[in-house]
């Protein structure tokens, strides 16, 4: 299914010619040659329009290195769900899909193993790491502990006194997690921190191009040397997922690897959206790297761009995601 079943991998590089492929159902479609007809209408308004949009994040997708083992530890440890998994063995890859609750409702983690040996994973430094939400971070942690896996920061509030618990655990391939203690949510999963050199900037690419709110403001942490912001959509972080933006002092350049893929957020037009996020482009930089597009066979329209820290996102149109996903479940 469209981004659940199928997944729209950030890229295959032959020949030095970056492609991107939509997987439908085991069928490979290059997005480059899906129908680029749309309404031409112009919007002045474009901006303007973003901050009134139905947005929700419908998805991240990351590169694993053994996908049994990594489904093994989200699920027994972290409490999720594999909502769907497929083998694309001619294309020597397989994928799945985790998360807390459905897809229609839900955000979820795409996964992808590349067979190849030789087609190492890079998770590289820009991906910071996820977060989600807990009832129960120390027992978490020492069931973590207990199998073998990694604590990186033990479980704790950031000061003496703080009421905000939380702790650091690396899954099998090295992403990073953050387990936060929180009442029950919506939405366990909760949080994606990305490293920006220039937060500033972020902020305003993601409130101006994707209508994002602003729901922590700028933090400095001098004892840390990191500042941070968080983005999203609604008014509670707690509630709802969010991107968490972080500049660590004094760090110019950080490598992207090939782990952390890209985010998936719906809209109610992917042309507005497409049009909104091209202007933004050309004020704090970034770039379309696939314009509005239909695929003529799910007749599900999507948009992909890099941000202006180079991180890809891609934006679904909400109608066509949720028709081609209740498709899907009937065949």
């Known amino acids: 299914m469209l981004l659940g079943s199928s997944t729209i991998l950030p890229c295959f590089e032959t020949k030095k010619i970056h492609t991107h492929l939509l997987i439908i159902n085991s069928s490979i479609i290059r997005l480059d040659q899906l129908s680029m007809a749309a309404p031409n209408n112009p919007h002045d308004d474009v901006l303007e329009w973003v901050q009134k949009d139905n947005r929700r994040f419908l998805r991240a997708n990351i590169r694993v290195g053994d996908l049994d083992r990594t489904i093994k530890f989200y699920t027994e440890f972290f409490g999720m769900k594999v909502l769907s998994r497929q083998d694309f063995p001619e294309q020597k890859y397989s994928t799945a899909v985790v998360a807390y ?7 979820v983690l795409g996964l992808t193993h590349h067979h190849d040996a030789a087609d190492k994973l890079d998770i590289g430094t820009a991906f910071n790491h996820f977060g989600l939400a807990t009832q129960d ?24 006194g703080g009421r905000t618990i939380f702790a650091f655990v690396n899954d099998p391939d090295g992403y990073s997690f953050e387990l936060l203690r929180r ?21 305003e690419f993601y409130q101006k191009a994707l209508g994002m709110n602003l729901l922590l403001p700028k933090y400095d942490a001098s004892q840390f040397q990191y500042t941070i912001a968080m983005v999203g959509y609604g008014s509670d972080f707690t509630q709802t997922t969010i991107i ?23 809209t109610d037009d992917v042309y507005k959206s497409g049009a909104a996020v091209e202007l933004v482009n050309k004020e704090l930089g970034g770039e379309i790297i696939r314009h509005p597009a239909v695929n003529p066979k799910t007749n599900t329209k999507i948009t992909c761009f ?26």
């Open 101 to 107: 609750g459905p897809e229609e409702t839900h955000f």
């Open 183 to 203: 009442p029950p949510t919506p939405e366990p999963l909760c949080q994606i921190c990305l490293n920006v050199t220039d937060i500033d900037r972020s902020i």
């Open 306 to 331: 890099l941000d202006s820290h180079g991180f890809e996102s891609v934006l679904v149109d909400n109608q066509d995601y949720v028709g081609f996903l209740g498709k899907s479940k009937d065949e």
């Open 244 to 266: 968490e933006l972080k500049y660590n002092y004094n760090v110019t350049e950080y490598t992207k690897g090939n782990g952390y893929a890209m985010l998936a957020i719906g």
């Open 137 to 160: 971070v120390y027992g978490t942690v020492e069931k973590i502990r207990a199998a073998g896996g990694v604590i990186t920061r033990e479980p704790g509030p950031i000061a003496e």
